[in-house]
């Protein structure tokens, strides 16, 4: 049996990563001309991928690159064990970064064992020690540390908006301090995908980190690409798809590349080699996803306020001018304070989404359910 070509749930790379180029040249040039930057999109709109990406190209041009992803930080000491890790990842040699680490880092004792495969792996014991700011201070200077003068280092920090989690430690503020005054040989790459809360950290003037860094966004990826793309791979098992099935494809997924990915999976697996893709070949796989996801689609749905289970169902219909008056009486909404409640509960919680002024249900297959729905 051939290999499914299609993948999705982590991010993509080699052939399964198209386009994005231009994005690609623009977070590198950023980085390698010694400028902080950040990047934000919606959900699986593909930013980790594109990050990958831009760190192959940066490695390639001798910089020392470090992805770090805020998601699972739960606490400072939980920051301190995974950054730590993080670092020790692009060590040639363990025994010396733990000396450099000794040296900055005062109240953390390095660990260094082996895993179950042989390999050393790096972490650290904070013998009882509570952790404060200034480790975590200390901590943030090792990559200055780890950077030479002609091989600066850049860090990716994945999930920015979740340093949140960090804020009774003050470390948007601590961070900025370092990267304003200290910080001479490192540079920053901030993504995420909240983007109001991204965008409220970089563009308030309140906040710690106001004007620290270029923005950049990344939208849809071309018609044109998706459509060589998929007909490309299921050419590889003789399965022909017109410019009208992706056209389908693009709309039934709402053109978010994971979907995109994942509904091709899908189709690619129920659909016999040497078969032309017809609408109802589409329509039988997104029923099969439909009904694996369905438990999880109705948890979801019930777990929400009356006021948002009827924004979602107003949503499936489009989402401009949500708050005006026509809106609201049209989907039979609360008033806007309740409704403006609503929406930020959604969007914190990534069920819904913004791009421009349009609000939209982030995950495609759920709009699909709450379409059936009502
Ligand atoms: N440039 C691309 N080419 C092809 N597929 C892509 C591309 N970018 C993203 N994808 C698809 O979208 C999926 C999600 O990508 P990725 O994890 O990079 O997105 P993300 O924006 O970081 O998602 P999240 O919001 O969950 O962090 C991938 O597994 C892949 O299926
Ligand atoms: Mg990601």
Known sequence: MKTNPFSYGAAVKGENFYDRKKD????????????????????????????????????????????????PVFSPESFIRFYAKSLATKQSNLQKFAKTFVSIVKNVRPVLSFGKDG?????????GTAVDETTISQLLDLPEQMAKNDKRA????????DVEKLKDIHFEELLRSKIQQQHQRVNYLFFGSKTHIMQAMFND?????????????????????????????????????????VRYIIAATANVPHYI???????????????DITREIVDESILQVLTLKNDYHMEMFDRQSKSKKLLLLALCAGGKNIFSEAYRRANNLPNAATLQRAVSGLTNDGVIDRMDSEYFISDPFFKLFLKDLS
Do not use: H
Not at 119 to 127: L, M, N, R
Not at 222 to 245: A, H, V, Y
Not at 261 to 275: H, K
């Open 24 to 71: 690609c040249k623009r977070i590198v040039d950023t980085l390698a001309g010694g400028n902080n930057m950040a990047l934000y999109a919606p959900r699986r709109f593909g930013k980790t991928s594109l990050v990958f990406k831009a760190i192959e190209q940066l490695e390639r041009q001798g910089f020392i690159c470090v992805y770090f992803d805020f998601m």
């Open 119 to 127: 390999t050393p792996e790096f972490g650290v014991d904070f013998a």
């Open 154 to 161: 850049l860090m990716f920090f994945d999930e920015f908006q």
């Open 205 to 245: 003037k309140k906040r710690a980190f106001y004007n620290a860094a270029s923005q950049m966004t990344i939208g849809y990826l071309p018609e044109k690409d998706t459509m060589t793309f998929l007909q490309q791979n299921f050419s590889k098992k003789g399965i022909r798809l017109d410019e009208s099935m």
């Open 261 to 275: 990915q994942l509904l091709a999976a899908e189709i690619w697996q129920s659909t016999e080699s040497n078969t």
